[in-house]
C-alpha cells in the first residue's frame, strides 16, 4: 500500500525525520510542511539524507511553509506544492501517515 509521509516537525529536534526516511516503502512519498522543510537547507545532513532517496521516491514540500522559513530554491527532486495539491496528494495515496 502507498503511503503519503507528512512531516511538520524540524529534522533537527528530534529521531522522527531519520525514522520516517528508514519507513519509506516501494511507491510511498514524503511531504514535508511546517518545520520540516528545514530538511531542504542546503549542505545540511537532512538535505544530503534527502538526496539519498533517488527519484524513486517523490518529496514534496508545502509551498508556503518553505517561503516562511527562507528558503530559495528546494534542490533537485522536490516539487514545491500549495494547499490545493496538498489535499490532492492525501487523496492520490492509499494510506497518509502524519508523523505527530
Same mark, same amino acid.
Given at each position: 500500500?502507498? #503511503? &503519503?509521509?507528512? +512531516? %511538520?516537525? /524540524?529534522?533537527?529536534? =528530534?529521531?522522527?525525520?531519520?525514522?520516517?526516511?528508514r519507513l519509506l516503502g516501494e511507491g510511498d512519498a514524503l511531504l514535508l510542511c511546517g518545520d520540516?522543510? @528545514?530538511? +531542504?537547507?542546503?549542505? /545540511? #545532513?537532512? @538535505?544530503? %539524507? &534527502? *538526496?539519498?532517496?533517488?527519484? %524513486? #521516491?517523490?518529496? @514534496?514540500?508545502?509551498? *508556503?511553509?518553505h517561503a516562511a522559513r527562507g528558503g530559495g530554491a528546494p534542490g533537485a527532486g522536490v516539487t514545491?506544492? =500549495? @494547499?490545493?495539491?496538498?489535499? *490532492? +496528494?492525501?487523496?492520490?495515496?492509499?494510506?497518509?501517515?502524519?508523523?505527530?
Open positions: 500500500m502507498a #503511503t &503519503l509521509h507528512v +512531516l %511538520s516537525h /524540524s529534522p533537527f529536534g =528530534d529521531g522522527r525525520f531519520a525514522s520516517c526516511l520540516a522543510v @528545514y530538511a +531542504l537547507q542546503p549542505a /545540511s #545532513t537532512p @538535505y544530503a %539524507s &534527502l *538526496e539519498r532517496l533517488g527519484a %524513486s #521516491t517523490p518529496v @514534496y514540500a508545502l509551498a *508556503e511553509d514545491l506544492v =500549495d @494547499y490545493a495539491a496538498f489535499v *490532492e +496528494l492525501c487523496c492520490r495515496y492509499e494510506r497518509v501517515n502524519s508523523w505527530l
